[in-house]
Structures are given as C-alpha cells and as structure tokens.
C-alpha cells in the first residue's frame, strides 16, 4: 500500500510560483515513475509531468513545458512540483500519483496510488 500526501498549493496571482511536495510513505520501487496530475472543475483530469524515481528522467505536458519542473528526493521520499510563471489556466486541484506508466502519454494505471489533492488557484 502506498501513501500519498500533497500540500503547497495556495492562491497565487498571474506570473506568480508555487511549490507541491507530496510526501510518499510505503514501497516505491526505484524503477518506477511517479507524476503529477491536475483537475479543473468541469474538466477531465490532466496529466502534467512524470519522473522516473531512479533514474531522474522527466516529461511534461506541453501546455507546462518551460514553467513547471518536477523533482524527487530519494531522502525524504518527496516529490515535488516547482511552478513559475503561473497562468489563471493552471488553477485546479493538483494530485500526486504512483506509479505511472514510465512510457506514452501521461496517464495513470490500473496500479496507481493518488492523494488527496491540494488546491491551485491563479488570478489574474
């Protein structure tokens, strides 16, 4: 079983940043990749940006390519969201998954974990 737990999001003004740390307890594997998704309300569910937990290896979605960066520490068993340049688009509930499919689109699997989600919200 695999926990995850997010936090960081907020209220932000356009241009502005944010950082998302979900804490993850339970197994990961070092060959597995994790990411990060986001819901707009009235939305289907997007997929943003994965890493490989080992080998560091990132994608994005390009509507985040350039302004969003996603990170993990092995120490802390975290990974992160840097987001910079922030649009009033990206405003939507913010979730962290694991494992994802390491290949293809950004998507989630039959085996993935989520959190519970943390709240962006950009104003314009």
């Known amino acids: 079983q695999v926990q995850l737990v997010e936090s960081g999001g907020g209220s932000v003004q356009a241009g502005g940043s944010l950082r998302l740390s979900c804490v993850v307890s339970?197994?990961?594997?070092?060959?597995?990749?994790m990411g990060w998704f986001r819901q707009a309300p009235g939305k289907e569910r997007e997929g943003v940006a994965r890493?490989?937990?080992?080998?560091?290896?990132?994608y994005y979605a390009d509507s985040v390519k350039d302004r969003f960066t996603i990170s993990r520490d092995f120490a802390k068993n975290t990974l992160y969201l840097q987001m910079i340049s922030l649009k009033p688009e990206d405003t939507a509930m913010y979730f962290c998954?694991?494992?994802?499919?390491?290949?293809?689109?950004?998507?989630?699997?039959?085996?993935?974990?989520w959190g519970q989600g943390t709240q962006v919200t950009v104003s314009s």
């Open positions: 890493i490989h937990f080992g080998y560091g290896i990132t």
């Open positions: 339970g197994y990961t594997s070092i060959n597995s990749c």
């Open positions: 998954a694991s494992p994802v499919p390491c290949v293809g689109r950004l998507t989630a699997g039959r085996e993935t974990f």
